[in-house]
């Protein structure tokens, strides 16, 4: 866990979510890895650092399911990268482990509830 001053500590994307939250800003749009990095950290206020020996792995694997494809291009600071982009195949992943995600978390909170009412 990294540590910023700023707003508090970092946390590592919770185990499990990394594909679905990057198949989720790919959504959005095409973009470089440490873009999807940067913007996690952005939307997430601060909360989420994706460590990059966690992100790259990931989005190979996502291109080897075909959930996502890469190509060549020229980043904002002039260095070539190479951007990411969500395939239809990566769309329906993105669908099921949201409902997933959706039941789970549900889940969790109604254990919560119960837990803190007293049953």
Do not use: C
Not at 45 to 57: A, E
Not at 94 to 118: K, M, P, Q
Request: aromatic share 8%; charged share 25%.
């Amino acid at each position: 866990m990294t540590t910023n001053l700023r707003s508090g500590p970092r946390a590592e994307v919770v185990r499990g979510t990394l594909e679905m939250l990057a198949l989720t800003l790919l959504s959005e749009r095409a973009m470089h890895g440490w873009g999807i990095s940067l913007r996690l950290r952005e939307i997430s206020r601060d909360v989420f650092d994706v460590n990059q020996g966690s992100l790259y792995p990931a989005l190979q694997a996502m291109m080897r399911r075909g959930w996502i494809r890469a190509e060549w291009r020229i980043s904002e600071n002039n260095r070539r990268a190479r951007y990411y982009s969500i395939t239809a195949e990566g769309r329906k992943q993105l669908s099921a482990e949201i409902d997933e995600w959706n039941r789970t978390s549900g889940a969790v909170n109604r254990v919560l509830r119960f837990a803190y009412t007293g049953g």
